[in-house]
């Protein structure tokens, strides 16, 4: 997601340093994004650039002390202009983050994470220029439905708007065509009336279609049926509409009294036989209105014979119909059954494609610049050859928008022209999409590659008594081989979950794990490993005969395997849990709570999952010297813990000064990179 260059941002900057304001001034010019700042330290300060600049963000620091989050927000509500208010902040808090969010925040940026920041401001100014075009689109409609409403009384066709089958609004051409005086004698009468017996069927299965949803039809012949019992010959219109807020369908009668073929002929433009421009900027708005319903598979294309003036020069101005007539019959020649043609401009032809794939529209494409690249076109007494450039767009939910998809598409025209011409560019609105989906394809196989090929890798972190409790406790941690090195499981697990692939992955990692404890039993060292368990692998019911006979066939003497699984997960599989713990310690096994005290009430999970070690949640190990009440918080956790006969793990202990405090709170274990960066973990 991009913000538009030509767009400035106007952002009043709440800061206490001015180097501070320009770093993130560069940092947003530097990414291309076109600022207006003002900075301000105080209320009357804030005012006058309020006034004075009227900002689209306001970016502050919450450290700033000369002025307070609810004197910012009081004072943009007395503003009145929809402003979003971004938190920047060099460290993240949860109770911080909740107070600023509460109190006005739309956004929190990261100073220490530019490509946050950026994301940030990105999404912040896009969302505010969307609801303010919302806004705009919204006042719009209301002119509209009022135009509408007084254009309705006023116009010659006859109008009438239905519900469930019955009028509700009627406009005084549709009293007079079909002989009543008020609306009142139309009001509760079916539409179905209007119509003679010979037509009534279709008509009727007609609006049953379309209340269900389908395509509308674009005429419907009928013969129609006064209040006299006369008849008359008529083509119906329907469109979707809505009456006083409730959705109907509008219904238009027109007389028949030009010849249909007329009027077909009217549509066309007379030198190529298309679709005129009015008639094709009609087709794309219905192709338009179709995609914010959810059809897929349509594209917009503007085709251009390269270098058309020199071309036009050589065959003489006269002949240049002629020229431009014969290119069109080829483009035409390649349409589909549903597709449609028509001249855009001088020498412009826009295609509109229904029905096709993302790689169908693709081979439209080449077949169509192959075919017109081979043909040899005979005009007056020359023969020559013609090359094109194509530019199209596909239309989905994203840019369905006449405007924009037109816009688009005749980008991707120029792009296509400025490499050269005989070239095609084709925009595509879902790209991003469509490559996460790729990346998303390139890992699983990766995955599953890694799982036949044994293309993971098994760390391991030194898990330290505080108690001198015997023998040695690492945590199991794992890495995959990927093609640019050793890969996190934070960029590959997710995949691996969405897949249902992480319990052969727990399954690969507990083997591996067993076999190197097995290994380690010649030493007679007692070693514990703790092992992560992913949540899906709750659901294996053959997990735990598979690792009781692999326990078996060990025959570990000093070596455990301690299984782990983060609180938050086991509370949302609470009865597969409980059900899986019970089993594993039935075999021997033991099983530790990751991220405990995170909870409400953590220590009532343990009355369902009987937990050997509790991992305390790390967000309390952040500055840990520096916050009193997580050392208050950690050391109540120790005094539950022992009394309960658990034993407690603190996890992310970063420096000497948390090590001394927790072992004061009483807590058992401690592991962080301070003690030890994780290492291979060889046999």
């Known amino acids: ?65 000369s002025l307070e989050l609810r004197e910012i927000t009081r004072l943009l509500d007395g503003h009145g202009r929809d402003v979003s208010l971004i938190a920047l902040v060099s460290q993240l808090d949860n109770d911080a983050a909740t107070d600023m969010f509460v109190n006005g925040v739309r956004g929190i940026a990261l100073r220490s994470q530019p490509r946050q920041l950026l994301a940030v401001v990105q999404r912040d100014f896009e969302s505010l220029n969307t609801r303010r075009q ?53 009001l509760g009468l079916p539409v179905l009336d209007m119509i003679g017996p010979s037509d009534a069927e279709e008509f009727k299965s007609t609006l049953k279609a379309l209340s269900r949803g389908e395509k509308i039809p674009g005429r419907l012949e009928v013969q129609a049926r006064r209040a006299d019992a006369s008849a008359f010959k008529a083509n119906v219109e329907f469109a979707h509409a809505t009456f006083e807020g409730e959705p109907c369908l509008q219904v238009v009668f027109r007389r028949q009294k030009v010849d249909p073929g ?65 290119f069109a019959t080829k483009v035409e020649s390649l349409l589909g059954p549903d597709d449609t043609a028509g001249l855009l401009g001088e020498h412009m032809i826009g295609v509109m494609l229904h029905s096709r794939n ?25 023969s020559l050859t013609v090359a094109v450039s194509i530019g199209g767009s596909l239309l989905s939910e994203k840019n369905a928008n006449t405007e924009l998809l037109l816009d688009q598409a005749n980008q991707a025209l120029r792009n296509a022209q400025s490499q050269g011409g005989n070239r095609s560019d084709l925009h595509d609105p879902a790209a991003r999409e469509k490559a996460d989906a790729e990346r998303e394809r390139y890992w699983l196989n990766l995955l599953k590659q890694a799982l036949a090929q044994n293309d993971f890798v098994l760390y391991h972190q030194q898990v330290i008594s505080l108690q001198d409790a015997e023998g040695e406790f690492s945590e199991i941690l794992l890495r995959l081989n990927g093609p640019q090195g050793e890969v996190l499981p934070g960029f590959f697990l997710p995949i691996a979950e969405k897949h249902n692939l992480t319990p052969a992955i ?66 949302t599989s609470l009865r597969p849990a409980q059900e899986f713990v019970s089993a594993w310690k039935k075999i021997g096994g033991r099983f530790a709570l990751e991220q405990f005290g995170s909870g409400l009430n953590s220590f009532q999970l343990l009355t369902h999952i009987d937990a050997d070690y509790l991992k305390l949640d790390r967000s309390y190990m952040a500055d840990l010297p520096q916050h ?33 405090l927790l072992f004061a709170c009483g807590v058992d274990f401690v592991q962080g990179n301070f003690l030890q960066e994780p290492q291979r973990l060889m046999a």
């Not at 207006?36 to 004075?52: F, G, I, K, V, Y």
């Not at 594209?299 to 002949?319: R, Y």
């Not at 299984?563 to 086991?570: A, G, I, P, Y």
């Open 1 to 65: 997601m991009s913000t538009k260059t030509d767009l400035v941002i106007k952002i009043l900057f709440i800061e206490k340093s001015v180097e501070d304001a320009e770093q993130i001034i560069s940092l947003l010019r530097n990414n291309g994004i076109a600022v207006r700042p003002a900075r301000a330290t105080d209320s009357a300060q804030m005012q006058a650039a309020l006034d004075e600049l009227g900002p689209d963000l306001v970016m502050f620091d919450p450290e700033i002390g």
């Open 134 to 186: 919302l806004r705009r689109l919204e006042a719009a409609l209301r002119e509209t439905e009022r135009r509408c409403d007084a254009l309705l009384d006023s116009s010659t066709d006859a109008i009438a708007y239905v519900h469930e089958g019955m009028h509700v609004r009627a406009n005084q051409a549709y009293l007079e065509t079909f002989g009543y005086t008020d609306f009142d004698e139309l």
């Open 262 to 326: 007329v009027i077909e002929q009217l549509q066309r433009d007379p030198v190529t036989g298309l679709f005129n421009r009015a008639r094709m900027l009609e087709t794309i708005d219905q192709a338009v209105a179709a995609a914010t319903e959810g059809n897929m598979g349509q594209a917009l294309l503007l085709i251009e014979p390269d270098n058309w003036q020199s071309v036009v020069s050589g065959v003489g101005l006269g002949k240049a119909d002629e020229l431009l007539a014969a």
């Open 358 to 382: 993302d790689e169908s529209i693709k081979q439209w494409i080449e077949s169509l610049q192959t075919s017109i690249a081979g043909e040899i076109f005979d005009v007056g007494a020359r």
């Open 506 to 571: 727990d399954r690969w990692v507990l083997s591996h794990a067993i076999e190197l404890l097995r290994q380690r039993e010649r030493f007679g060292t007692p070693s514990t490993f703790f092992v992560k368990l992913t949540s899906n692998s709750l659901n294996d019911t053959q997990l735990i005969p598979w690792l009781a006979d692999r326990m078996k066939q060990a025959a570990l003497k000093h070596g455990t395997i301690v299984l782990e699984m983060t609180e938050s997960k086991v509370i």
């Open 628 to 660: 009193p009440e997580n050392q208050k918080r950690i050391a109540e956790l120790c005094r539950q813990a022992g009394e309960m006969k658990r034993q407690t793990i603190a996890e992310w202990v970063e420096d000497a000064a948390s090590t001394s």
